[in-house]
Each structure stands twice: as C-alpha cells, then as structure tokens.
C-alpha cells in the first residue's frame, strides 16, 4: 500500500468517526465503543479491497460482506454511505422510527447491506453459506465478516468455525475485533479465556495476528489470506474499544450509550470535525 | 389403503425437483437416513451440504446460500429444526424473508419410541407466530411431493411438517394443491371436522363412521396453517360447529388457527383435539395416537357430541 492510498484510508476513517458519533448523537442511542474498534477494517474493506457497486448493489459477482457483530451497524452504515450508496444524510437517521438505518443492519431496507446480523453468533453461518454459493457456482467473490470477541462465547459460533474449515472455505475471511470489551466487563472477566488465535488453528482455520488500526497491516493480513488454498483465514485484529475519542477509549461504559451535547462536541473536536460535513 | 409416509415421499420429490432446477440445495445435520434427504445426497452430492449434529449453523448456512439466488432446503427432525434452532430461524431466515424451506420430519407423537425429547408437539404453534413463515403439513404422500413444489415455486421462508410413519394415501395424483387453500374432502351440514397432516386420514374413516349413524360430517384438510384459508373456515362454520384435530398440541396449532378467524367472523362452538398440553412418551406411533385419543374412533365421538351439543343449543 502506497504512502497516497494510507493517507486517502486514514481520512475516511477520521470523517467516519465523526460521522458515527454524529449519528450516535442524534440517535440518542446505539454503540459507539465497538463502531469505532471496527471503522478502520471496514474503511479498509469497502475503499482498499471489496468489489462492490454503490449503483448495482446486488451484482452477483460481487464480494460480500457479512457484521456478525451488528451492533456495530453505525461502523458499517457509515462506510456504506461514505462509499455512496446513499447520502451521508441518511446517517443521521439512524435507529429512527421509519429508517432504513435500522438498530442492526436489515438486508432488506438499506442498500449494501448483504445479511441482516444482529443476534450474536449467527453471522458466520450466514458468511459460509455465501461462500459455499461462491464455491458452487465457481465464482470468484470472497466474503469477508466481522466478528466480535464477545461474541466468541456463543456456541454456533464454533459450529460455523468448523463448517468452514471442513468445505475449505478459503473464500471466506474473517475479522475478529479484538477490543477486549463487551457489555458486563472485560472479557477474560465475563467468560471468554482468550487465546482466540490457538482455538481458531485447532479448528482448522489459517490464523493472522494484527494490530487493526493499522492499514498497512490489515492490507498485507488480507492479501496473505488470499494466497490460502484450503483453510478460510481469521485476521485476528487488536483494537481499542472506542477507538479515536480518547474519553471512550478502553472504557466498558461507552459499550452502548450515545454521547450528550457535550460528549459530541468533544469527540468531534478530538477527530477534527467541526463542520456539518465531516471535515 | 396403500400407506407410505410423508418424509418418504419428499426425499423421493426433492430428488425429482434436483433434478429440474439447479439451484436447488440442500442441507441437513446427520439425520439423512431419517429425514430421507440421502436419496439428494446420492444424486447431487455436489449440491448437498452435510452440517453434521449443528442446527443452528446449519439455518444459517441456509440462509446465506439464499442470499446468493439458492433455494435451500433445510431438513433435520422438527423438534431441532423449530426448537434448538428457533432464533437462527427467526433471525437469520424469516426477518429477511429469505427464500429457506425448512423440511422437518418427525414431527409429532409418532416418532413413537425414542419418546417425549423427540416429540415436537409445539413445532406449529412456534413456527406460525413468526412473521413472513409460512406452515405447510401435508395430509398423505401424494400432498407432501405437490407441496414440495408449490414452496420451491414460492419466494419466502416455509416450515414444511412431515412425519415418521407411514400413512394412507388419500389423494391421487390429479389432486390440486395450493398454498393457502383447504381441500373440502366431504360434503356436510352437521358439523365441520377440519384436520391437519396425518389426522386427514382418521377424520376422513370417522366420517365415514359418522354417516352411518345419520350424521353428516363436512371434511377439510387444512394443509397450510399459515396463510389460513379463512374462505374454507367461513363455508365450515355454517355447519354450525367445528371440530379441529391435529397431532399437535391444541395450545397454538391449527385448532387455535381455525378458532381466530372463527370468533372474529363467525362464532360456533368449537371443539380441539390434539394432545392436551403435556408431553408425549415412548411407545409405537400407533400405541401413542391411541393412548393421546387421537383416532378415528375418538373423533367420530366427539363429533357426534359436538353435533348433539350445536342441535340442543
């Protein structure tokens, strides 16, 4: 990746932040804290690697995408408007009632949207069975997917894990945010005991380990999951929770409440972004 | 009578359908040799997807090849299918509408010995109250392969009921089937005996029993639960009395399908046969619809009660 394109990811993923926490804001609800862990993998997938159409968004060669941590939809809603499947406006509608920016991505209202996710643990399987298609039909699409690391605790999870590896789904990549956070505490407190990177290996999957703020990193991860010729690959991501608002970063509270007047306009000041357009 | 079950006669069509469309697919979760989706395996192996003992993986792995202009056939035994993956159904299949056909076999009592665990006798009530599903039991063989068809044909989710055992054939082959729509099997004016699946049958020989002591039963079988065909049950309440039997339990099946739209148009006394809110047990399929009353005898008594109550009242 060039010193031009590094430059051009990082300042979607500023004006993507501001416009998660302008969204969050308005809405008066959702997730800021796990949004801002997984804006910088999805402004790498929608502006570095996936094929997708902002006018055909339902082409069927293209790759897909799937938020198996879909309360993260702010992350996700953001890229898909600062991509240009609809206006950047649209965002402050967010979790209205009436809006197609629905709580959790809805496949069915929103264009760009591949799967509705939003019930832990299911997402995956949904991801296979795309690439299960791909293998199928012999085309060439990859899908990628999100996953949180809370979300690790839910057993369909393990299931889809070894569905993957045993089609050699190598069409398939996946992210695991992992920020270290979910809603009761710090994971290794509420259940999870880790070591993410040795589950996935012994279920068969190719592991990478990345920092996943970094886009240098994220781009050489995804380009070496592309040479694996058997195993669906797992992009280990280690993030910050809230990740570019120094007041939510690494701070269990911001799991799920919308900032105040104030909060918003500290935030935005922090990634620079005073002004209604995100710059 | 000639008998075969109904899971016989949908791996014997699902091949069939394999066959005429290729994008046709389907998955199943180590009970191949049961739900009978072995005889696809055979013939398409490419096109059949082994989830092993994971239900819930396996509705969603459905629901992402739907994404991708499948249509995916999803089968394991009903009370894993309804039950244990009830969410992913909910979630991953019905809130996207996605074009998923959730075969479930072994439903009811009759899957006999392995006992209660593996009865579903909520499987309709639980799949009916999730919006954009549609709930298909077919009565006999010939109705199972017809309404195969029909849902490959329709775009959106079904949970299509079949059972264990095998069951008389009631139809032939020039029989019409159509989702929503209820086949009146006999003429009447005493009372309406509407039944679902596998109690067809029963309700049509109890009928039959019916007419010899004067009595003149109108028959249905009400095949979709969902969308309920409200014509049908409107032609029935003017018998003056409706009588529901499904091997099922009476809390939220068809008896509580038939009851909504009758109370809201056109209030008769009805009456409900299923199994009365407990669980099943182990013992043979016909041991078990004996023992629950669900047979042809029982319901020409509780008819011919229904019928005495309605001419008294």
Same mark, same amino acid.
């Given at each position: 990746?060039?010193e031009?394109?590094?430059?051009?990811?990082?300042?979607?993923?500023?004006?993507?932040?501001?416009?998660?926490?302008?969204?969050?804001?308005?809405?008066?609800?959702?997730?800021?804290?796990?949004?801002?862990?997984?804006?910088?993998?999805? !402004?790498?997938?929608?502006?570095? /690697?996936?094929?997708?159409?902002?006018? =055909?968004?339902?082409?069927?060669?293209?790759?897909?995408f799937?938020?198996?941590?879909?309360?993260?939809? @702010?992350?996700?809603?953001?890229?898909?408007?600062?991509?240009?499947?609809?206006?950047?406006? =649209?965002?402050? !509608?967010?979790?209205?009632?009436?809006?197609?920016?629905?709580?959790?991505?809805?496949?069915?209202?929103? @264009?760009?949207?591949?799967?509705? !996710?939003?019930?832990?643990? %299911?997402?995956?399987?949904?991801?296979?069975?795309? /690439?299960? /298609?791909?293998?199928?039909?012999?085309?060439?699409? !990859?899908?990628?997917?999100?996953?949180?690391?809370?979300?690790?605790?839910?057993?369909?999870?393990?299931?889809?894990?070894?569905? /993957?590896?045993?089609?050699?789904?190598?069409?398939l990549?996946?992210?695991?945010?992992?920020?270290?956070?979910?809603?009761?505490?710090?994971?290794?407190?509420?259940?999870?005991?880790?070591?993410?990177?040795?589950?996935?290996?012994?279920?068969g999957?190719?592991?990478?380990?990345? =920092?996943?703020?970094?886009?240098?990193?994220?781009?050489?991860?995804?380009?070496?999951?592309? %040479?694996?010729?058997?195993? @669906?690959?797992?992009?280990?991501?280690?993030?910050?929770?809230?990740?570019?608002?120094?007041?939510?970063?690494?701070?269990?509270?911001?799991?799920?409440?919308? @900032?105040?007047?104030?909060?918003?306009?500290?935030?935005?000041?922090?990634?620079g972004?005073?002004?209604?357009?995100?710059? | 009578?000639?008998?075969?079950?109904?899971?016989? $006669?949908?791996g014997?069509?699902?091949?069939?359908?394999?066959?005429?469309f290729?994008?046709?697919?389907?998955?199943? $979760?180590?009970? #191949?040799?049961?739900?009978?989706?072995?005889?696809?395996?055979?013939?398409?192996?490419?096109?059949?997807?082994?989830?092993?003992?994971?239900?819930?993986?396996?509705m969603?792995?459905? $629901?992402?090849?739907?994404?991708?202009?499948?249509?995916?056939?999803?089968?394991?035994?009903?009370?894993?299918?309804t039950?244990r993956?009830?969410?992913?159904?909910?979630?991953?299949?019905?809130?996207?509408?996605?074009?998923?056909?959730?075969?479930?076999?072994?439903?009811?009592?009759?899957?006999?010995?392995?006992?209660? #665990?593996?009865?579903?006798i909520?499987?309709? +009530?639980?799949?009916?109250?999730?919006?954009?599903?549609?709930?298909?039991v077919?009565?006999?063989?010939?109705?199972?392969a017809?309404?195969?068809?029909?849902?490959?044909?329709?775009?959106?989710?079904?949970?299509?009921?079949?059972?264990?055992?095998?069951?008389?054939?009631?139809?032939?082959? *020039?029989? &019409?089937?159509?989702?929503?729509?209820?086949?009146?099997?006999?003429?009447?004016?005493?009372?309406?005996?509407?039944?679902?699946?596998?109690?067809?049958?029963?309700?049509?020989?109890? +009928?039959?029993?019916?007419?010899?002591?004067?009595?003149?039963?109108?028959?249905?079988?009400? +095949?979709?639960?969902?969308?309920?065909?409200?014509?049908?049950?409107?032609?029935a309440?003017?018998?003056?009395?409706?009588?529901?039997?499904?091997?099922?339990?009476?809390?939220?099946?068809?008896? #509580?399908?038939v009851?909504?739209?009758?109370?809201? *148009?056109?209030?008769?006394?009805?009456?409900?046969?299923?199994?009365?809110?407990?669980?099943?047990? #182990?013992?043979?399929?016909?041991?078990?619809?004996?023992?629950?009353?669900?047979?042809?005898? &029982?319901?020409?008594?509780?008819?011919?009660?229904?019928? &005495?109550?309605?001419?008294?009242?």
């Open positions: 990746m060039d031009k394109k590094l430059d051009e990811l990082k300042e979607i993923a500023r004006q993507s932040r501001a416009w998660i926490i302008k969204a969050l804001a308005e809405s008066k609800s959702g997730h800021p804290g796990g949004s801002l862990s997984a804006i910088d993998i999805l !402004t790498y997938l929608y502006f570095s /690697a996936m094929n997708v159409d902002p006018q =055909d968004p339902h082409f069927v060669d293209r790759d897909r799937v938020l198996c941590k879909g309360h993260g939809a @702010p992350a996700l809603y953001t890229s898909l408007a600062m991509k240009g499947f609809f206006p950047k406006e =649209d965002l402050l !509608t967010l979790r209205k009632l009436g809006s197609r920016l629905q709580g959790h991505p809805d496949m069915r209202k929103l @264009p760009g949207v591949d799967a509705s !996710t939003g019930s832990l643990g %299911q997402g995956l399987s949904i991801a296979n069975g795309m /690439a299960l /298609a791909g293998k199928l039909d012999n085309k060439s699409y !990859t899908v990628y997917a999100i996953l949180g690391d809370g979300e690790m605790e839910e057993g369909q999870v393990w299931e889809a894990a070894m569905t /993957a590896s045993h089609y050699q789904l190598n069409n990549i996946a992210f695991l945010d992992y920020n270290h956070l979910q809603i009761d505490g710090r994971i290794e407190d509420v259940k999870s005991g880790g070591n993410f990177a040795s589950r996935f290996k012994a279920f999957w190719h592991v990478l380990e990345i =920092d996943g703020h970094d886009f240098k990193a994220i781009d050489e991860a995804v380009l070496a999951a592309k %040479q694996e010729l058997y195993a @669906p690959s797992m992009i280990i991501a280690h993030t910050v929770k809230g990740k570019g608002v120094p007041f939510m970063e690494g701070a269990v509270e911001w799991h799920g409440k919308a @900032p105040n007047k104030e909060q918003t306009a500290e935030a935005l000041k922090f990634l972004a005073l002004k209604e357009d995100g710059r | 009578m000639q008998k075969k079950a109904t899971r016989d $006669a949908y014997e069509a699902l091949v069939e359908l394999g066959h005429e290729d994008n046709i697919v389907v998955l199943e $979760a180590d009970l #191949s040799k049961s739900t009978k989706t072995e005889l696809f395996a055979k013939e398409f192996p490419e096109r059949f997807f082994q989830m092993g003992i994971a239900e819930q993986d396996m969603g792995t459905a $629901a992402g090849l739907a994404t991708c202009n499948k249509v995916a056939f999803a089968s394991t035994f009903a009370i894993f299918a039950g993956a009830f969410e992913q159904v909910r979630n991953s299949i019905a809130y996207p509408s996605l074009n998923v056909k959730i075969c479930a076999t072994h439903a009811g009592l009759t899957v006999g010995e392995d006992g209660g #665990s593996h009865q579903a909520e499987d309709i +009530a639980i799949m009916r109250a999730i919006p954009n599903m549609t709930v298909i077919p009565a006999d063989a010939t109705e199972t017809k309404a195969l068809r029909a849902i490959y044909h329709y775009d959106g989710p079904v949970y299509l009921r079949l059972g264990r055992p095998a069951v008389p054939i009631i139809y032939d082959e *020039n029989m &019409n089937f159509q989702i929503g729509k209820a086949n009146k099997l006999q003429e009447g004016h005493d009372l309406a005996i509407i039944a679902t699946g596998i109690m067809v049958a029963p309700a049509m020989e109890a +009928a039959e029993a019916l007419k010899k002591e004067g009595i003149l039963a109108q028959v249905w079988d009400m +095949a979709t639960i969902k969308p309920i065909d409200k014509e049908a049950i409107r032609e309440a003017k018998t003056g009395a409706i009588l529901t039997v499904e091997e099922h339990s009476i809390i939220g099946g068809l008896g #509580s399908a009851a909504e739209v009758v109370v809201e *148009n056109s209030p008769v006394p009805m009456q409900f046969m299923g199994v009365e809110d407990r669980f099943g047990q #182990s013992g043979t399929p016909d041991e078990l619809l004996k023992a629950y009353g669900l047979t042809a005898e &029982n319901i020409a008594i509780k008819a011919k009660e229904l019928a &005495n109550k309605k001419s008294s009242s």
